[in-house]
């Protein structure tokens, strides 16, 4: 999800089964036999009649001395990260999408709000989509004021969010940098610099030497745009979204939200007066009065149930991993003029992330030449990749608005609340965007930050256009 935050990590997708910290086929053996009145066996508490509950202060805690304890055991004492339950009857929230966004707006809503009977319901697996298939890049400086506040907002949670958690989400401030390679470049990026010192956004120009410096792979002249200078958010990075997703979900889990898997909407009932009730699902009906619906690139499909039209175009979009090397690469780089950005990740991957495809589609594999002509710009920006074999490539579907910019608000239909149309810059969101998405729904009403991100916006037409901010061309 993000041409700065885009589609394609270095790890694809998650797996089913990454509930289990580092869990074997023997530890998992060993918690099915486990005592079912061990709490110490479960991570929510003791059971009761074959059903345990969750308990923030019964979680288990992660450090460096559980780590070394735990080594001593061969690893087999982990408890699962969190259950997988069977549906209630009813909740006092449903959330439809169990990706970064839902997830961090369930546990949001449990920690900040009081809201724990809260289920987030998945039609795959926890972290499956769009968060198992992103560039995983964070940054905040973006030109509109609205823009870097929601931005800006999640970077200052990124920064606190492993100990938030509890859970290593591998946040890695090494810095963003946005190439300038003509003077259009150059004027656009400083514009970008001001704008977000004006804000309180760090954010500094570089000359061509400068960059040089600040990321000594690149090439800045003897190529067919030479690089003139670049925009640097040192406090911009990566971090990890699979950890992301699971930390989040243990964090959830923890405080009382049940989190179902497996578990398709096919609808969403709606009342004489034409207020939500529930969702039908491929496991029955399920009754809530409040339906938050956060299905990135199928969320006009979802909200179609509703009967609501979304100004939503969904589009593949593409991301490649090449074969570890060395660490080699310090930083994130982008580019809008060759179209291409990259970072290497802690496995030594470099990730290359793409551009939208040019046709809406709900296929996950995108046109070939897209990622051939990415690759073109890369050998471009570095040449000493050029031999660098590629492990992967891979697409998401992302959900674009007209004006380029999310969608966090209440809709038409009472109860019934949407976060989507991200485009390429989901991820780097992810715990801004769950903050004020469950501020909104608990209050029936937008956070401060988020309340100029409304669907009426098309209609009144107070767009805010960040069509030029994910440095790849839309």
């Not at 998992?28 to 066996?41: G, I, K, T, V, Y």
């Not at 040192?234 to 497996?262: F, K």
Request: charged letters at 20%; glycine letters at 10%.
């Amino acid at each position: 999800m993000n041409a700065a935050g885009g589609f394609g990590s270095h790890a694809a997708m998650s797996h089913p089964m990454s509930h289990l910290f580092n869990a074997s086929a023997e530890t998992m053996l060993a918690l099915h036999r486990a005592p079912r009145n061990d709490a110490s066996q479960v991570h929510g508490g003791p059971r009761t009649a074959g059903v345990y509950f969750p308990s923030e202060a019964n979680v288990q805690k992660f450090s460096g001395f559980e780590l070394f304890r735990r080594a001593f055991g061969g690893h087999k004492s982990w408890q699962p990260q969190w259950r997988n339950p069977e549906p209630k009857a009813e909740y006092d929230v449903i959330i439809v999408g169990a990706g970064g966004h839902g997830l961090a707006a369930a546990y949001y809503l449990a920690k900040e709000h009081g809201i724990a009977n809260v289920a987030v319901i998945e039609r795959g697996w926890l972290g499956g989509g769009n968060t198992g298939r992103n560039t995983t890049i964070v940054r905040s400086n973006y030109l509109f004021d609205e823009s870097a506040a929601l931005y800006e907002h999640a970077v200052k949670l990124w920064e606190g969010l492993s100990q938030d958690l509890n859970y290593n989400v591998m946040y890695s401030a090494r810095g963003v940098l946005m190439l300038a390679h003509n003077h259009h470049d150059e004027i656009s990026f400083k514009r970008h610099v001001h704008a977000n010192r004006l804000n309180g956004v760090d954010n500094e120009w570089l000359n061509a030497e400068q960059v040089k410096e600040f990321c000594p792979p690149l090439n800045i002249k003897s190529m067919r745009y030479p690089i003139i200078g670049g925009a640097l958010q040192r406090r911009g990075g990566t971090a990890r979204h699979d950890a992301v997703a699971w930390g989040y979900a243990r964090a959830a889990d923890s405080r009382g939200v049940d989190i179902i898997q497996n578990c398709e909407v096919t609808g969403i009932r709606r009342n004489a007066a034409g207020a939500v009730e529930g969702v039908e699902t491929s496991r029955g009906f399920i009754r809530a009065k409040k339906v938050g619906v956060s299905a990135a690139g199928h969320t006009s499909v979802v909200m179609a149930m509703a009967g609501l039209r979304m100004p939503l175009e969904s589009y593949p979009l593409q991301a490649l991993v090449s074969e570890p090397v060395k660490p080699a690469f310090p930083t994130v780089v982008m580019s809008n003029t060759i179209h291409a950005y990259i970072s290497q990740s802690d496995k030594g991957e470099m990730v290359i992330g793409a551009g939208t495809d040019a046709y809406t589609s709900y296929s996950q594999r995108g046109a070939l030449h897209i990622a051939s002509h990415t690759l073109d710009a890369i050998c471009e920006l570095v040449p000493q990749f050029r031999r660098l074999r590629m492990l992967r490539n891979w697409g998401g579907i992302v959900d674009v608005t007209p004006d380029r910019s999310p969608i966090i608000a209440k809709t038409p239909v009472p109860g019934l609340y949407v976060n989507c149309g991200w485009g390429t810059g989901g991820f780097k969101a992810t715990p801004g965007s769950g903050h004020v998405f469950a501020h909104t729904i608990a209050k029936d009403a937008p956070h401060a930050i988020n309340a100029p991100f409304t669907l009426e916006r098309f209609r009144d037409g107070f767009l805010i256009d960040e069509a030029a901010a994910a440095a790849v061309a839309h």
